[in-house]
């Protein structure tokens, strides 16, 4: 897909006398409904802004570049908000809300930007990860931070299935009821799986997957299902013909939201251009 048919709606100034803050947080989403604010429990956003309103006595809407389900973790979201105050420095937003935001939500850093920026219309690519330890090897402080399996399936089948992930499709297949995108059509430049230790010694299990935007629960009915039809030894063609069914039925298990992780935000036009580049050779 090409970015011109992105259909984002164009920048619009800063008012007058206003400052945008650009901030990147990382969260344990365990105790959150999710970033966006919510009427049945608390967002990761809406926690934010409270603490910037106790902070400067001012109300903002933070902006996020992209949305986690309840539970969902994040490592490098992105976001921003606009100010009227003046006294504040950029860089100092986040050592000030460290000091009243609770553990489980960290401003990494934070810094003034102009009009040009925004946290989510400006974004060119959006990373998760999605982490698993085998039962064996699961300890304490694993709870709620990664999927918790039986065993690893073959993670050449794996990755079998992770190839045909890669590129345009439509994910309808994939997405979970109530998802309003008018196009389930998305680009896809990494999906892969791999594996890592963790700080103490044991076997992770992680899927990468990188792309333009994603569709409501996608990422986690992908790991759902293929890791049960890799435990199904089901082949490569096959999670390719149910991927083009578009048919939502045809989809395995939704997998938890406790090993997903918001890994990184990329605003950099020329990371994933080959994708671009690649889209106008086979026009």
């Not at 039925?249 to 580049?277: H, I, N």
Request: hydrophobic residues 35%; aromatic residues 12%.
């Amino acid at each position: 897909m090409a970015r011109s048919d992105w259909k984002r709606p164009p920048l619009e100034p800063l008012e007058p006398g206003k400052r945008r803050i650009r901030m990147t947080v990382a969260y344990d989403g365990q105790h959150y409904n999710g970033w966006q604010k919510q009427v049945n429990g608390l967002g990761v956003a809406e926690r934010i802004e409270q603490e910037i309103h106790a902070m400067i006595g001012e109300e903002v809407m933070v902006v996020g570049s992209g949305r986690t389900d309840s539970g969902v973790h994040a490592i490098g979201q992105v976001c921003h908000f606009d100010t009227a105050n003046q006294r504040v420095e950029g860089r100092v937003f986040a050592i000030a809300l460290n000091r009243l935001l609770p553990s489980d939500i960290r401003i990494m850093e934070s810094s003034e930007v102009d009009g040009t920026f925004h946290a989510r219309y400006t974004a060119m690519a959006r990373m998760y990860r999605y982490y698993l330890k085998r039962e064996s090897d699961i300890i304490p402080f694993d709870a709620k931070q990664v999927w918790k399996v039986r065993k690893f399936p073959s993670i050449d089948l794996l990755n079998s299935y992770a190839a045909c992930i890669q590129g345009t499709h439509d994910f309808t297949t994939f997405t979970a009821r109530g998802d309003t995108s008018i196009s389930r059509r998305r680009d896809i430049y990494e999906s892969y799986w791999s594996y890592e230790t963790d700080r103490f010694g044991h076997q992770v299990l992680v899927y990468t997957i990188s792309g333009n935007a994603f569709l409501y629960r996608m990422i986690r009915s992908l790991v759902g299902s293929m890791l049960e039809f890799a435990e199904k030894d089901m082949d490569a063609a096959s999670f390719k013909d149910i991927l083009a069914s578009k048919d939502r039925r045809r989809s395995g298990r939704t997998a938890s939201p406790w090993g997903l992780y918001f890994y990184r935000v990329s605003y950099d036009p020329e990371e994933y251009a080959w994708f671009e580049e690649a889209h106008d050779e086979q026009q």
